[in-house]
């Protein structure tokens, strides 16, 4: 960004100069107020940074000629001052200064104030900046009605679904989906080239003026690249132009106008060519009617794969509820009149970030005061009362109030406080209109939640400025309500990837129990606490038999069917105390704390004699199995966890040895419960 530094103290400039050129801004430099002024009106200077003490016209002169003044955009201005305290701050901003950095200089702060510009100037330029362009194509066709409303509000939707999609998750974030709402407008901006004879034609193109009417594409793009040239590297306008030239390309390549296919073809651009088509085939046209939402849904699905992205066709199938809506929302009204059947429900007020609500109950002033807003661009409402403002709050949501201080029954600070306890989701601006000036007042308004004010009688210049600072505020906490949210909705994917890491960690994915690792961790537990407290302890190795053959056999998902079953059986047969946990491939291991190697014989045979009567169902398949099972516990002499492992390790070999569909120890043969069999 270019920056102008305005100060009489030549190494104040060189300090301002050096931390700025770090930061990568380009610096000019003025000494005083009317130098700044002769500097400024080449209208490519947006940001100034002045001295407040100045000779010939200081800081806050340079403010007041600044805003008075006719300059192409907003030039934002951070004043520097010694000076300290509220009344001068005040001051300041009566003058038209938007951020205020104290002497001595702190880095930091300069920072914060540098970003706080970049995002207000950004906004405004883009944002002003595509509405124009926006408009000046509607204009050359006026049969496309709400086409551009409707568009970017399905290029969203398509967008935001995506973003949650495993194969777009990792390209769309949530500044790609504002961007794609705000750059989408532009992809017929190349239409104010197409000649009118062309471009209105009320009957089909031949394919001479099909030729001409394709070259929008090509016009566009290189009105927006001319953009670029000249500010390389914005990302709102790489997109524009990217949707711009790209968004008639088809997915097969036979599109137009590079025969680009597949993921050549830049994502934006796929997601406006649905919306694009979607609207066209749903709105009516001179030389035919519109198409049902069920008959274009059919067409896109018919295109899958073929004019369309296979995800974005996917991602409008389950969105496809709130397509409806959105043509709902924005429906033409030829067609809303044309329509058979009773007249829709009224739309619901949409909010509008330039409505302004004023509240006087001095006829002759509300009168004044919105006369003259209404004709600087600004909508506004008027109430006589707080009861009325209220009122209109509900039904129209404006986000910034003019209110009187002195009014009948509830007042301007009441109505503040009101106000605030009705808000707390989107910021409103309360600007009071007041006589008031002394400190106690002004405290008792801050603290009722006033963000600024204007003086009786107003002056149109200090009402203008007012009026624009409050919409930069309301911008900037709509932007930090979306990083807020953002970041929220960050956080929480990331707390659940976590839990899901954490989870995989120690479990096994496919039974859910516990994995090797976790296993041996949660047994040296239980064997430190009861070597301490002299406690048993006792494990049980359990084995799938024959495992392979069912895999073999069966296949792999019957194999996971039964690992699945044992398990849950396996749980089922331990107190809730007694761990389960799947060691290798078919081999559980049971943690017995407080158990003896007789406490440990009964819990393997009361899980031998489950799994060995239950029949499971694999698919249609009824498959049997049995396990074999080697037990052990902690004995004098024993130094580790691990020798109760392979205590117990010996013991299933000994298990399989006999025939599987046993229960041994190491330290000797069991008793039999059951008569070996094969599995």
Known sequence: MRALIVDDDEFSLELLDDVLKQLGHEVERAADGAAALEKL??????????????????????????????????VFIIMLTSRDGGQQRIEGLHAGADAFLTKPLNPDELLVSLKTAERILSLETRDLAMFALAKLSESRDSDTGAHIERVQSYARVLAQHLSTTETYSDQIDGEFVRLIYQTSPLHDIGKVGIPDAVLLKPGTLNEQEMSIMRTHVTLGAHTLEASLQRFPGVRFLQMARDIAVAHHERWDGKGYPANLAGTEIPLAARIVALADVYD??????????????????TMILRERGAHFDPAIVDAFSQTEARFVAIKEQFRDEETAAKTDGPAPAPRAKIEVPHQVLVVDDDEAARLMLTTFINSIGFECISCGTAHDALAALDLYHPRLIISDWEMPEIDGLELCRRVRTRTQAAHVQFIMLTVHASNDDLKRAFDAGVDDFIAKPFSEADLTARLRAGMRAIAMHDELSRQNQSTQELNEQLRNLNNRLQKLAITDDLTGLYNRRQAMHRLEEHWSMCERYQRPLAVVLVDIDLFKQVNDKHGHSAGDAILRSVSEILRNCVRSTDIVCR??????LIILPCQTLQDAEVCANRCRAEVEAREFDCGGQIVRTTISAGISARAAGMQQYTEIVKGADIALYLAKNAGRNAVR?????????AAPTAA
């Open 280 to 297: 066209a085939l749903t709105s009516k046209r001179v030389y035919r009617d519109a198409m049902s939402h069920a008959q274009a849904k």
């Open 583 to 588: 060691v290798g491939g078919e081999e559980f």
């Open 665 to 673: 120890s190491a330290a000797g043969a069991l008793p039999q419960t």
């Open 41 to 74: 009106r080449s209208g490519e200077i947006h940001l100034v940074i002045t001295d407040w003490e100045m000779p010939s016209m200081n800081g806050l002169e340079l403010c007041r000629a600044v805003r008075s003044g006719d300059y192409e955009g907003y």
